[in-house]
């Protein structure tokens, strides 16, 4: 099989999966949950191997990177949901790995090659650079999600109702969801000041990594392009976040709202740096 069918197993492992979740029984749940980590598995198995296959220098590829983040963002939900016990989580995250997946497999498998601009020193700060990054954005998608699932339960606690993925009453399905522990208003804002606090800093060492990559590779340190003013004021966006919720203790629906808008402009930042303008980032 090639690189890119390889990442359709576990992305139809994922869609696949929503079929016993939409059957809307808690033992057809544990049927999704149990394929949610088979899928997780298998694009662990493939990326092991791969690795060993091909070593570090394959990460250099496009959709190797895309990939990587598909399996990032899928650790992390895994850890979160095993750590709040939050049931839904695999629920809301899933796609975005799945879409991820997909794109993956479009991505045209092509090698980037570093030795022409950077040393052997540099490409390593590079590998780093890209895995910081990937992480702390992973972290960031999740505290999207768990923002907007805050926006909307707070919402509907305002109008006497509860946060539910079907809106039926007495299903057997309820219990999985509606006990109040997933929907938790407190637990949802703990939970995305866990993924600020891990992610920040995770995020501030990969822009400085980025901004010694970039002036290595211009030879000057002025030179200011616009994945750079971009990634700067997303780390701006989560600095004010952070202070604010250390130093002011803020919380909640401000807090949601910034988290959500910190996300949006990494977003910005990804199509900026690989897909409008990739020579921004210092490749053609």
Same mark, same amino acid.
């Given at each position: 099989?090639?690189?890119?069918?390889?990442?359709?197993?576990?992305?139809?492992?994922?869609? +696949?999966?929503?079929?016993?979740?939409?059957?809307?029984?808690?033992? +057809?749940?544990?049927?999704?949950?149990?394929?949610?980590?088979?899928?997780?598995?298998?694009?662990?198995?493939?990326?092991?191997?791969?690795?060993?296959?091909?070593?570090?220098?394959?990460?250099?590829?496009?959709?190797?990177?895309? +990939?990587?983040?598909?399996?990032?963002?899928?650790?992390?939900?895994?850890?979160?949901?095993?750590?709040?016990?939050?049931?839904?989580?695999?629920?809301?995250?899933?796609?975005?790995?799945?879409?991820?997946?997909?794109?993956?497999?479009?991505?045209?498998?092509?090698?980037?090659?570093?030795?022409?601009?950077?040393?052997?020193?540099?490409?390593?700060?590079?590998?780093?650079?890209?895995?910081?990054?990937?992480?702390?954005?992973?972290? +960031?998608?999740?505290?999207?999600?768990?923002?907007?699932?805050?926006?909307?339960?707070?919402?509907?606690?305002?109008? %006497?109702?509860?946060?539910?993925?079907?809106?039926?009453?007495?299903?057997?399905?309820?219990?999985?969801?509606?006990?109040?522990?997933?929907?938790?208003?407190?637990?949802?804002?703990?939970?995305?000041?866990?993924?600020? %606090?891990?992610?920040?800093?995770?995020?501030?060492?990969?822009?400085?990594?980025?901004?010694?990559?970039?002036?290595?590779?211009?030879?000057?340190?002025?030179?200011?392009?616009?994945?750079?003013?971009?990634?700067?004021?997303?780390?701006?966006?989560?600095?004010?976040?952070?202070?604010?919720?250390?130093?002011?203790?803020?919380?909640?629906?401000?807090?949601?709202?910034?988290?959500?808008?910190?996300?949006?402009?990494?977003?910005?930042?990804?199509?900026?740096?690989?897909?409008?303008?990739?020579?921004?980032?210092?490749?053609?």
């Amino acid at each position: 099989m090639t690189t890119g069918e390889l990442y359709l197993i576990p992305f139809f492992i994922y869609v +696949f999966s929503y079929i016993f979740l939409l059957l809307r029984k808690k033992k +057809f749940y544990q049927a999704f949950v149990s394929l949610i980590y088979a899928g997780f598995i298998i694009q662990s198995l493939i990326f092991f191997i791969w690795l060993n296959l091909h070593g570090l220098k394959d990460l250099m590829s496009v959709d190797w990177i895309v +990939f990587f983040n598909a399996w990032v963002i899928m650790i992390v939900v895994v850890l979160f949901n095993l750590f709040y016990k939050t049931k839904y989580i695999l629920i809301y995250i899933t796609p975005i790995v799945a879409i991820n997946l997909l794109i993956g497999f479009f991505t045209p498998h092509t090698y980037i090659n570093l030795k022409p601009f950077f040393s052997n020193f540099d490409q390593a700060v590079l590998l780093t650079h890209i895995i910081l990054i990937l992480i702390g954005d992973s972290l +960031f998608a999740l505290a999207f999600i768990i923002s907007l699932i805050y926006i909307f339960q707070e919402r509907r606690i305002k109008i %006497k109702k509860n946060l539910k993925l079907f809106d039926k009453k007495n299903h057997p399905f309820d219990e999985v969801f509606y006990q109040g522990k997933g929907y938790n208003l407190e637990l949802l804002d703990s939970m995305n000041y866990q993924c600020l %606090k891990i992610g920040f800093p995770l995020i501030t060492v990969g822009i400085a990594m980025g901004i010694y990559l970039s002036s290595s590779l211009f030879k000057s340190f002025m030179i200011v392009k616009p994945i750079e003013i971009i990634s700067l004021a997303t780390w701006l966006i989560y600095a004010v976040l952070l202070h604010e919720r250390v130093a002011k203790g803020l919380r909640g629906k401000k807090a949601a709202v910034f988290s959500i808008i910190g996300f949006l402009l990494i977003i910005s930042s990804l199509s900026f740096s690989f897909y409008l303008f990739p020579e921004f980032h210092g490749f053609k």
